[in-house]
């Protein structure tokens, strides 16, 4: 683990409020909502929240996940993103690197958690989002040197994902793989490299699998064959995944 300095200290302390943010970024941009003017105030009742309403996870507790106001419960996943996102963080600093790229792969991470539960609640990948993403891999790739690569793993995530979605549409007749998804493969192609692409894509798919099995065992019935499913959710809990395996091969946790 690196010797803890400044910006990792501040970037462990500013990711529980990065988590409260990228809540009201799930919460306002699918629904096409100012995410930077606009006050936060209860979906229920309309009351405006106050700045001991707006302290990650304490809030949610001391509140008991309640509006202040009305009493209307508040969506448990608020609570999740605030706590995910510090781990996330820990992870990026375990990955190690200088500053500036342990900061860019919690950027990386954080928006990936933000665009899976998106698409979990959702199942929409905003544009903001996925270019965010797809930015932010590519700034971090080019400050380690590998530039290059990065635009040649989000070439070839893009141009795979547009060609099966239109080879399906083709045969189908029907929309199988969403636009978002194809800009979504822009991010996790640059962050991952076209080396680790196929990898991603393989434990996206399983990970898609399985949750589809999952939810026919859970409600008793065959999965259906056209239901719509948030591979998007599955394809960046992917790249998490792999992106944590190969870093937990070349650093020393
Ligand atoms: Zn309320």
Redesign the pocket.
């Known amino acids: 683990m690196p010797e803890p300095d400044f910006f990792t200290v501040l970037l462990l302390l500013v990711s529980p409020a990065a988590g409260s943010f990228l809540g009201v970024l799930v919460d306002r941009l699918p629904r096409g909502e100012d995410v930077v003017r606009a006050r936060s105030a ?1 979906r ?4 405006a929240l106050r700045p001991r309403d707006l302290l990650p996870v304490l809030s949610f507790v001391m509140a008991r996940g309640r ?1 202040r ?4 419960a508040i969506p448990a996943w608020h609570l999740y993103l605030e706590i995910a996102a510090p781990g996330l963080a820990v992870l990026a600093l375990l990955a190690g690197g200088g500053a500036a790229h342990v900061w860019l792969t919690a950027l990386v991470l954080w928006l990936l958690l933000a665009l899976a539960v998106s698409d979990l609640i959702w199942m929409r990948l905003p544009d903001v989002l996925t270019l965010a993403l797809a930015l932010a891999a590519l700034v971090r790739a080019g400050l380690a040197g590998h530039a290059a690569m990065a635009g040649l793993g989000a070439l070839l995530g893009v141009g795979s994902f547009w060609m099966i979605r239109w080879g399906y549409a083709r045969l189908r007749g029907r929309e199988g793989l969403g636009l978002g998804d194809v800009k979504l493969m822009a991010g996790i192609g640059a962050f991952c490299g076209p080396g680790l692409l196929p990898h991603v894509v393989l434990a996206g798919a399983l990970l898609g699998v399985l949750a589809v099995l999952l939810a026919a065992v859970r409600s008793g019935q065959g999965p259906a064959g056209d239901a719509r499913q948030p591979f998007g959710a599955a394809l960046a809990a992917a790249a998490v995944l792999v992106w944590l395996w190969t870093a937990a091969g070349q650093a020393a946790i």
């Open positions: 209860c229920a009742c309309g009351r509006c106001g009305c009493g209307a």
